[in-house]
């Protein structure tokens, strides 16, 4: 299974919120309950899942201990992996002593430091042990991770130490980038630029508070995409990341999105631009009022779902990815929306579709947009009555 780095990065958190859902009984979790607590837009959410091969059940979700179960076989949580901690500070002490760890696999089995104070005393259940010992420990334990709480000076060069030592897989706290030869996974936590995202929240409501103008940030949309900024460090690496960040959290990727990431990366609009539109993935126009997914996955496929994606785009005059001149539609073709046994499926918004032909998709999308324009022209009519 090779999944893209972003939704190995998102299915942690889903995770988390399915234990913690199935914690207060709830026995079903859905992408729309998983895009609202997580502001991700649910197309996107529903293409993460659809990696997952599961079935779910059509306005309920997934059952949660199938959905639990598939994550942690995905993650890898289902087997132990042993770690050790180098840094024997408050930060490594805590990480060592943090027992959650063992829900998902991760078994740490040794805490080191090169401070002579330190080496010989005990933190909970471990004796802190001397660098020297490193190889033995790592040798004899089969550790596979090490975890970094040390301060910057000095990583790189004990990250080389593990790195000959034969690890290949670090989770560093040091505040630098390490830079360890192609083979090596390093995931780093930046605290400061997480702390940075509170102070600028702090600082925004400070501003609010003293008579400023609330329109500095247009509403929890440039919040969330300044969070998404924040996540990553100004480099031009980091381009695609970002755009696939922001348009999770508008939908699309706006021209002012694209002034900002080339200020906030430090490059120039039109390679930014330049990105955005090589990539089918990205969109540059806001989607429509209704967003159709039309289910492309295999029970779909057997009963049509070509016929009636092929017939919405005759009928729409859109391609798959487009928007209809009118802002009404978008339409895209999706992988397996979980809701087998009422294929073919298509999904608006946040509504199933199920045992679909040609004349009942039109039917529906018809009338659709029959009634969105009869509401429009009503709230238009008594706007008027009311000046
Ligand atoms: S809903 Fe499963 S293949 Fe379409």
């Known amino acids: 299974m090779d999944f893209s780095l972003r939704i190995v990065e998102r299915l942690p958190r889903y995770l988390q919120l399915a234990c913690h859902l199935k914690e207060q ?69 805590a990480v060592s002593n943090y027992s959650n760890f063992s829900n998902y696999g991760l078994k740490i089995v040794a805490l080191f430091d090169d401070s002579p104070e330190k080496i010989g005393s005990s933190v909970e259940s471990f004796k802190i042990l001397p660098l020297d010992n490193l190889s033995e420990v790592i040798t004899t334990l089969g550790v596979k991770i090490a975890i970094l709480t040390i301060p910057a000076q000095g990583a790189t060069k004990v990250a080389g130490l593990l790195y000959k030592l034969g ?74 990341p970002i755009l696939q960040d922001v348009q999770d959290v508008r939908g699309y990727i706006s021209k002012d999105d694209i002034k900002k990431i080339s200020e906030y990366l430090g490059i120039a609009d039109s390679k930014v631009y330049g990105v955005a539109t090589f990539y089918n993935q990205f969109k540059l126009i806001p989607p ?24 919405l785009k005759d009928h729409l005059k859109v391609e798959i990815g487009q928007t209809t001149r009118d802002k009404i539609f978008s339409l895209q073709q999706v992988a397996c929306l979980g809701a087998c046994s009422i294929a073919p499926v298509m999904m608006i918004n946040d509504k199933f ?21 009869s509401e429009k022209e009503a709230a238009k009519t008594s706007g008027a009555a009311s000046a």
């Not at 009338?367 to 969105?372: E, N, P, R, S, T």
């Open 288 to 311: 429509g009022h209704f967003q159709i997914s039309v289910c492309r996955g295999t029970a779909c496929h057997v009963k049509g779902s070509l016929n009636i994606l092929n017939s």
């Open 167 to 240: 690890i290949r897989y670090f989770w560093n706290f040091a505040p630098l980038h390490l830079k360890l030869p192609d083979d090596a996974i390093v995931k780093n936590e930046n605290l400061a630029a997480s702390y940075m995202f509170l102070s600028y929240q702090i600082n925004l409501n400070n501003y609010r508070n003293n008579g400023g103008k609330i329109e500095m940030v247009n509403g929890d949309i440039e919040k969330r995409i300044y969070e998404a900024f924040n996540k990553y460090a100004k480099s031009r690496d980091n381009l695609i």
């Open 25 to 93: 009984g709830h026995e079903f979790i859905s992408s729309s309950i998983l895009s609202k607590h997580f502001f991700i837009d649910q197309n996107n959410i529903k293409k993460d899942l659809s990696f997952l091969n599961l079935n779910g059940k059509p306005n309920k979700g997934y059952e949660i201990n199938e959905f639990i179960s598939a994550v942690k076989m995905v993650l890898g949580t289902t087997t132990v992996n042993r770690a050790i901690v180098i840094g024997a500070g408050n930060l490594g002490r």
């Open 353 to 373: 579709y199920g045992h679909l032909d040609v004349a009942k998709t039109l039917s529906i999308v018809d009338k659709l947009k029959a009634d969105y324009l």
